[in-house]
């Protein structure tokens, strides 16, 4: 089944103890996005990547740290968590095409709080 | 700035009734608009896009969006809402300033819908 798994779904932390949250696709593609959601703002892009060893800042980057060391992962890192980072993210993948807009598909979310 | 708004928080509907949940956008150049729909406790299940061509687009589960230029709106209807079809739903437009496979999305906050039976 084609798919976007994520880990964990849940996780509680403590401000300042590093975390990752792993992001990993099936479907061979070349593009894949991160985004945070927090009621009232819709999805926010934090990083995205190109491809392998492509990766750069989207619209909400500070306090993240992602890699792109093969094709079918891109782990969300969190070096020092801090309570305005409690929100929920979304991993996304798409082709990467010149032509036609291709469809982002999405995990199914991590929801992440952090005291 | 290209943005996407969502004017409704929450839209209320009886079953078997008609349902919109609105849309507008400012983009430049041809906007390429999607429909996602989060069910609780689910990731973004993508209902349809509008590329271009028919403004009428049907997707998944029976909705469907008419893309109106002249309004700049992509609203999302069904014709007989269904409680299951109870949950939150994003608009969103592709950031048309990259290109090349660049694939960010710009949301717009987000309407829940509530179907009561």
């Known amino acids: 089944e084609a798919q976007v798994t994520q880990n964990p779904r849940y996780l509680i932390t403590v401000t300042g103890k590093k975390l990752t949250v792993t992001c990993s696709q099936n479907?061979?593609?070349?593009?894949m996005s991160w985004y945070r959601q927090d009621p009232g703002l819709g999805l926010r892009q934090i990083y995205y990547?190109?491809?392998?060893?492509?990766?750069d800042k989207g619209d909400v980057p500070e306090g993240y740290k992602v890699s792109r060391k093969e094709k079918r992962n891109f782990p969300l890192i969190l070096e020092s968590p801090s309570p305005n980072q409690t929100s929920l993210y979304f991993c996304?993948?798409?082709?990467?095409?010149?032509?036609?807009?291709?469809?982002?598909?999405f995990g199914p979310g991590t929801r992440l709080l952090v005291l | 700035a290209q943005s996407v708004a969502q004017p409704e928080d929450q839209v209320n509907v009886a079953e078997g009734n008609p349902l919109t949940v609105k849309c507008t956008y400012s983009v430049s150049g041809n906007p390429y608009l999607f429909w996602y729909v989060q069910y609780p406790n689910r990731g973004l299940q993508f209902l349809l896009k509008?590329?271009?061509?028919?403004?009428l687009v049907k997707g998944s589960y029976g909705f469907e969006a008419e893309f109106n230029k002249s309004q700049t709106s992509f609203h999302l209807k069904k014709p007989s809402a269904l409680v299951s079809d109870s949950a939150l739903y994003f608009c969103?437009?592709?950031?048309?300033?990259?290109?090349?496979?660049?694939?960010?999305?710009?949301f717009g906050a987000g309407t829940r819908l509530a179907v009561h039976p």
């Open positions: 479907m061979n593609h070349e593009y």
């Open positions: 969103a437009v592709r950031d048309p300033l990259f290109s090349g496979g660049y694939n960010k999305l710009i």
């Open positions: 996304a993948s798409s082709k990467r095409t010149s032509g036609e807009q291709e469809t982002q598909y």
């Open positions: 509008y590329i271009t061509g028919d403004n």
């Open positions: 990547s190109m491809n392998v060893e492509a990766t």
